[in-house]
C-alpha cells in the first residue's frame, strides 16, 4: 500500500491561503508559517502530518499527496476543513 509523509498549513480563506504560499515561494520557511498560521493542531509541529497511506485523508487531500511532485508546495486546496497549502515530503 502507497504512503505518504507531507506537512500541511490549514487556513480559513482562499486569500489567506494564496498569501502563504506567495511568502513560500519567495523564501519564507514553511515550518515558521505553520507554526505562526496554520489551525490545525499540526501546526505546532510545523504543520507536520506524520506518514500516512492512501485514503487515510480527505479525497482531495488524499488526490494531491498521492500526484503531487515531492518537495513542491501545492495549493490551495479547498476540502471541508478550509484551504490548505501542502508539501509532500516523501512517497513509498
Do not use: N
Not at 504512503?3 to 500541511?8: F, K
Not at 498521492?66 to 501542502?86: D, R, S
Amino acid at each position: 500500500m502507497p504512503r505518504a509523509r507531507a506537512r500541511h498549513i490549514l487556513v480559513e480563506s482562499e486569500k489567506a491561503c494564496s498569501e502563504l504560499k506567495k511568502k513560500i515561494e519567495a523564501g519564507a520557511d514553511f515550518a515558521a508559517l505553520a507554526k505562526t498560521h496554520s489551525k490545525c493542531p499540526s501546526g505546532r509541529s510545523g504543520g507536520d502530518l506524520g506518514s500516512f497511506g492512501r485514503g487515510q485523508m480527505v479525497p482531495e487531500f488524499d488526490s494531491v499527496v498521492f500526484t503531487a511532485e515531492l518537495g513542491k508546495v501545492q495549493g490551495p486546496v479547498k476540502t471541508q476543513f478550509g484551504w490548505h497549502l501542502i508539501e509532500v515530503v516523501e512517497r513509498s
